[in-house]
């Protein structure tokens, strides 16, 4: 099995003789700032959202404390609460509370599985005790 062409990096290829750590990724779409006409208010776009998060915790999975390399890919943030869902979603949107940070494949295992890592599960229930008293 070939090995990332980056030094001192032992992961398997993934693409063009770099590992999934090291290949070049699109960074975050820019977007506007849109107006939220129930509010009359300006919202934060999910990007702006997304890198505030980057800017405030460690750069590494909240779940198995693996580093998450390179740019804020939008891959690495998950919500907890996920936006489609019917009841929750909008207020878990844009609350900070609901992002946790983990790497593209423990993002992408978590949507297969959302009961897959205990402390997504923690979150949750934190979060739906939260909104539930929210919506009264």
Do not use: A, Q
């Amino acid at each position: 099995m070939k090995e990332c062409n980056e030094e001192g990096c032992s992961y398997p290829v993934f693409s063009k003789g770099k590992c999934k750590y090291h290949m070049k990724r699109k960074p975050l779409k820019r977007g506007n700032i849109k107006l939220v006409s129930k509010r009359k208010t300006p919202s934060i776009n999910m990007r702006e959202f997304f890198l505030s998060i980057w800017n405030k915790r460690p750069h590494k999975s909240e779940v198995t404390g693996k580093l998450l390399h390179g740019e804020p890919l939008s891959t690495y943030f998950h919500h907890v609460i996920e936006k489609s869902d019917i009841l929750y979603g909008e207020l878990g949107k844009f609350d900070e509370n609901n992002i946790i940070l983990l790497s593209g494949e423990e993002h992408e295992l978590v949507h297969k599985d959302m009961y897959l890592y205990e402390e997504v599960n923690k979150r949750r229930e934190k979060l739906l005790r939260k909104y539930e008293k929210e919506r009264g």
